[in-house]
C-alpha cells in the first residue's frame, strides 16, 4: 500500500499536475496546494480511469475558510474522483476546510468515505473523497426493478412476529433445560436476512443464535439434542408460525401444511454447531430454521454491525439499501451459482458488503451504495472485456472487509486482523471461484450495455444479455 501510494505521488508530480496559494479568510497566502492525477484512488489502487490526489505541500497557518488561487483548478470531466490528504493539525473545521476545497474544484463532499474508515483494515491513503456532482444515469426500468422487491409492510410484521417469537422461546428453553447456565449463554439472536430485512421474498430463513461461553465441542451433544427439540416443537406450535404458513402459501396453495423436518445435526466450519430444519414447498425443500451454537465473536460482531450501520441510516436511505441488497439477491439466483443455499458464491453478507463497500471504490450521485453502482465498477475496471481482469485480481485489488472484526463488545479490538470475504468465494477453490467471478463479470458488462444503450433494465434482461456474452466468449476461448 505504502509502495503504491508513493508510487502515485512521484508519477503525479511528473505527469500532470497543477499547484497554487491556498487563501485564507484575511485573504492572504496561508500555504501551497496541489493537484495531481493519474490511475490511483484513495487506497492506493491501481485502477481504470483518472483521479486526483489534492494535497498542501505548505501551510504556514489555518483557516477554515479557504479558497484556490494560481492555476485554474483543472477542467476534467472524465476524472471519477478528488482524494484529499487534509493538513495534520488540530484546531479547524474538517468539514468547513473540505467545503472550501470542494467548493473550489465544482465537486461535493463525500460525508460517507468510507463507510468505517476508523476500522478499515488497511486504512486509505487518503482522508476524504470529493465526488463529481452528477453521478451517471441509470437506465430505464431499474428503478422499477428496485421498487419491485418491496415487501409487504403486513407481511413483514408477520416476518418479524415470528423472529420475536423464536428468540423468546429459545431464551425460555435455555433457562427451563439449565442450558444456559451450564454452558454461559451469553446471546440469543436472530442474524441474516430476516433481522435486516433483505431477505428476497417471504419464503425465508430464520438464523437463531444462542451464543455460549464455552466452544461448541465443549457443548453435550444430548444436551443439545435435548433443547433443539424442545425449541423445534414449541417453536410448530406457536400462532405467529401458523399465521407465517398461511403467509408464504398464499402464493402457491397447498393442501396441506408444509411438514418442517430436521436436514442437519452437526459441525459446521470449527467453531459452529448448527441444527438446520427444513420445509418443502412447490415441490422444493427450503430451509426454515437454523440453530447455531458456539462462542461465535465474528457472527455476532458482524451483526452488531450492520443492524447499527442500518439504524444510523435515515429512513429512507435504510429502505434503499435494504431493496437494493433484494435486488442483488434476486439477479444473482437468477443467474444461477451464484447465491442461494448449496452454492458457494455469494453468501448473505458477502452480497450485502457488495453493494456497502461498492460505494467506497465507486462514487455515484447517492449517498449510500447500490447494484448498480457495484456492477457498474466491475465493467469498467474489465472496460467491457470478459478476458480481464482476473478474480485474485479483483479481490486484491477491491476487497471487502468483514465488519465485526472490531467490535470490542466481542472482545475485539481494531489492531484485530481483517478478513476479505471475498475469498470465500468459491468455497476455497480457486477454479471454481474464477468461474463464478466470469458469471459475475458478464452481468456486470451486460448491465453497463443496458445502461448505454439506455436498454429497459429487467433482471431478466441482464441475465439473458450475461448468457449471450459468456457463450460469445467460450465459443472464442475454445477457437483461440
Known amino acids: 500500500m505504502r509502495y503504491l501510494y508513493l508510487g502515485f505521488l512521484q508519477m503525479s508530480l511528473t505527469n500532470n499536475s497543477q499547484q497554487g496559494l491556498l487563501i485564507g479568510a484575511t485573504q492572504q497566502p496561508i500555504g501551497r496546494w496541489t493537484l495531481s492525477i493519474d490511475s490511483f ?28 488561487q494560481g492555476e485554474s483548478p483543472l477542467c476534467c470531466p472524465d476524472l471519477k474522483n478528488i482524494f484529499v490528504r487534509l493538513p495534520r493539525s488540530a484546531g479547524f ?27 478499515r483494515i488497511p486504512k486509505p491513503v487518503a482522508d476524504a473523497r470529493l465526488n463529481p456532482k452528477h453521478g ?5 426500468g431499474y428503478d422499477v426493478c428496485v421498487r419491485n422487491v418491496e415487501i409487504r409492510v403486513a407481511d413483514a410484521y408477520k416476518v ?77 406450535r406457536t400462532p405467529e408460525f401458523v399465521v407465517y404458513c398461511d403467509l ?41 430454521f437454523d440453530i447455531t451454537f458456539g462462542n461465535l465473536p465474528q457472527l455476532i460482531g458482524y451483526e452488531i454491525w450492520i443492524q447499527r ?17 433484494r435486488l442483488a439477491k434476486r439477479l444473482l439466483s437468477k443467474m444461477g451459482d451464484l447465491y442461494g443455499l448449496g452454492t458457494s458464491g455469494f453468501r448473505g453478507n458477502i452480497v450485502e458488503q457488495f453493494i456497502i463497500q461498492g460505494g467506497d471504490y465507486r462514487s455515484s450521485a447517492e449517498d449510500i451504495g447500490s447494484l448498480a453502482n457495484s456492477l457498474a465498477l466491475i465493467a469498467e475496471e474489465v472496460q467491457g472485456e470478459l478476458r480481464n481482469l482476473t478474480f485474485d485480481e479483483y479481490r486484491t485489488r477491491f476487497p471487502l472487509w468483514h465488519p465485526g472484526w472490531w467490535e470490542t463488545e466481542v472482545g475485539f479490538t481494531k489492531e484485530h486482523p481483517g478478513a476479505n470475504i471475498l475469498n470465500l468465494i468459491g468455497g476455497g477453490d480457486p477454479e ?49
Open 248 to 288: 408464504i402459501q398464499e402464493t402457491a396453495p397447498l393442501s396441506r401444511r408444509p411438514v418442517v423436518q430436521e436436514s442437519f445435526f452437526g459441525v459446521r466450519g470449527k467453531q459452529s454447531f448448527v441444527s438446520r430444519h427444513e420445509m418443502e414447498f412447490e415441490g422444493k425443500r427450503h430451509n426454515v
Open 93 to 119: 473545521s474538517r468539514n468547513r476546510f473540505l467545503s472550501g476545497c470542494a467548493h473550489s474544484f465544482d465537486f461535493v463532499v463525500d460525508s460517507h468515505w468510507p463507510c468505517f474508515a476508523e476500522s
Open 136 to 140: 451517471s444515469p441509470l437506465p430505464a
Open 160 to 236: 418479524a412476529a415470528l423472529q420475536s417469537r423464536v428468540e423468546s422461546e429459545a431464551a425460555d428453553c435455555a433457562t427451563k433445560t439449565g442450558f444456559s447456565k451450564r454452558y454461559g449463554v451469553r446471546r440469543i439472536m436472530t442474524v441474516g436476512s430476516t433481522s435486516r430485512q433483505t431477505y428476497s421474498n417471504v419464503l425465508t430463513d430464520f438464523d437463531l443464535v444462542i451464543e455460549t461461553k464455552v466452544v461448541q465441542a465443549d457443548i453435550s451433544r444430548a444436551d443439545l439434542r435435548r433443547l433443539v427439540d424442545e425449541l423445534i416443537y414449541r417453536i410448530l
Open 41 to 68: 484512488d484513495g487506497f492506493g489502487t491501481g485502477r481504470a480511469g483518472k483521479f486526483g490526489l489534492l494535497t498542501f505541500p505548505e501551510l504556514w497557518m489555518h483557516s477554515d475558510d479557504v479558497r484556490f
Open 309 to 325: 450501520y442500518l439504524r444510523e441510516l435515515s429512513s429512507i436511505d435504510r429502505k434503499q439499501i435494504q431493496h437494493e441488497v
Open 432 to 480: 471454481k471461484a474464477e468461474r463464478q467471478w466470469n458469471l459475475l463479470k458478464a452481468l456486470a458488462i451486460s448491465h453497463q450495455q443496458c445502461c448505454q444503450s439506455n436498454t429497459k433494465w429487467t433482471i431478466d434482461t441482464v441475465v439473458a444479455g450475461a448468457r449471450k456474452l459468456l457463450a460469445a466468449y467460450q465459443v472464442g476461448s475454445a477457437s483461440g
